[in-house]
């Protein structure tokens, strides 16, 4: 069911749903605009409060947030590689740590545990395989793989 009917071809997609009691939204949309940007929503009236975060040359659509602090933390959106902005110092700091961390990767955050202080971490590059890492805090991080594991894939039908 859309959020809203309009005359042209536009998309919204739905990125937070509202609290109880609450009338607006996280939405991506194109609405004004050829590329999808990340806005505030209000429901009751139908129309976008604010933009949050849009780029001019790809679509946004992924919002960051901390369950933990009920926050929004940032956008990802994809150039030739994930691209992030964020509103947030506490994650912006977590982002550079890992990319200090794990240099020559891109790194992404592929989810954290409740308290927030244990997370998934993902490793790749255009001529490697996907890692996990796991990150206990702001202290340690584990390398769970070899050196062969980090070596470039080969496909056989490129030999």
Known sequence: MPIAEHSEKLDETPLRFPQPNQTRKRIATNIGRDKRAIGKY???NKKELEKIFEHPE????????SRKRRAITGVSYTTDKTQYHFIDKQRADLQKDLERRLPGYEVRLAGCNREEDKCLVRTFT???LECMNCRNGFETLSTPWSAAARAPARD???D
């Open 42 to 44: 209000d429901v009751e």
């Open 58 to 65: 790809v679509d946004v659509t992924n919002l960051l947030s």
């Open 126 to 128: 255009d001529r490697s």
């Open 156 to 158: 056989a039908a490129f």
